[in-house]
Nanobody, 127 residues
Framework: QLQLVESGGGSVQPGGSLTLSCAASGFTLDYYAIGWFRQAPGKEREGVSCISNSGGSTNYADSVKGRFTISRNNAKNTVYLQMDSLKPEDAAVYYC????????????????????WGQGTQVTVSS
């Protein structure tokens, strides 16, 4: 069974940090681009960051540039999202997603591009 499982969510104060993990089971992530998305109550799902299958290309939403860093360890079949300088507006359920890509450098923040989704992990930012 193909699964993506997010972990690492939690509650932090503004200015704090969290690292989210997205682990794949049932398939290898080597050939998949990965994206992180988030959805807050009453808001549309938003693309946060994405990374190509090689890790050679990344992209970020303007709202998180300079604060979030996406990375991957294909040997561990895991993708990470390091989130620093968290703001209350970053609070949401964070999802990772994957699509198979034939390009080492192609990635996308378009959620319609993605084939597999995890169940999400909650991130709360409040004082």
């Amino acid at each position: 069974q193909l699964q993506l499982v997010e972990s690492g969510g939690g509650s932090v104060q503004p200015g704090g940090s969290l690292t989210l993990s997205c682990a794949a089971s049932g398939f290898t992530l080597d050939y998949y681009a990965i994206g992180w998305f988030r959805q807050a109550p009453g808001k549309e799902r938003e693309g946060v960051s994405c990374i190509s299958n090689s890790g050679g290309s990344t992209n970020y939403a303007d709202s998180v540039k300079g604060r979030f860093t996406i990375s991957r360890n294909n040997a561990k079949n895991t993708v990470y999202l390091q989130m620093d300088s968290l703001k209350p507006e970053d609070a949401a359920v964070y999802y990772c997603a994957a699509f198979r890509s034939g390009s080492y450098y192609y990635q996308s923040l378009d959620p319609n591009r993605y084939d597999f989704w995890g169940q999400g992990t909650q991130v709360t930012v409040s004082s």
